[in-house]
């Protein structure tokens, strides 16, 4: 005969299982994003790290690690998303600020690059242009490293 006591027992024995198993995908899309990172994958580990915070959006590592993965995989505007996600959840992530300052820096000289080329280059803007573009050159070339890691 089935009871109410059976039920409970057979409906928290499938919750466990059921959370068990999802731990255990969830562990090992850790374990694979990570490497795919290692082996320099950033496509493939950005569409792990997006799995990992659909199911874990507190987790602020992952959002970090995401935006590492869409830095390095030129998606420079959802790089900086994740970063302003990680944030969000960890204003004092040093890491995350810094890697989204320099992608944004990466950004804006792209900008002035590309004002360069379509644009009158001996105009007023056109030549703070250049100027912008030369002075964020040299910030980025000078001492600055990409995208932290870790």
């Known amino acids: 005969m089935i009871t109410l006591k059976s039920i409970s027992r057979l409906s928290f024995l499938l919750f466990f299982i059921l959370t068990s198993c999802a731990t255990k ?14 082996n320099k ?5 950005a569409d792990k790290f ?3 915070v659909k199911n874990a959006p ?14 390095r995989s030129q998606n420079p505007q959802l790089a900086i998303s994740a970063y302003q996600n990680a944030l969000l959840r960890d ?3 040093v890491k995350a600020w810094y890697n989204m300052g320099f992608v944004q820096t990466q950004t804006a000289l792209k900008t002035f690059v590309d004002m360069q080329t379509y644009t ?10 250049k100027n912008m573009r030369e002075g964020l050159f040299l ?8 995208p932290e890691d870790k």
């Not at 995908?25 to 290692?38: F, G, H, K, V």
């Not at 507190?58 to 830095?71: I, Q």
């Not at 910030?139 to 990409?146: D, S, T, V």
């Open 25 to 38: 995908d969830l562990t090992r899309i850790r374990e694979e994003a990570y490497m795919a990172y290692d």
């Open 41 to 45: 994958e950033y496509d493939s580990a």
């Open 50 to 52: 997006e799995i990992l």
């Open 58 to 71: 507190e987790d602020v590592e992952f959002w970090f690690r995401l935006g590492n993965a869409y830095a």
């Open 91 to 93: 204003p004092t992530h």
């Open 120 to 129: 009158d280059t001996g105009s007023p803007l056109g030549k703070q242009g």
């Open 139 to 146: 910030l980025l070339e000078h001492g600055n490293e990409p």
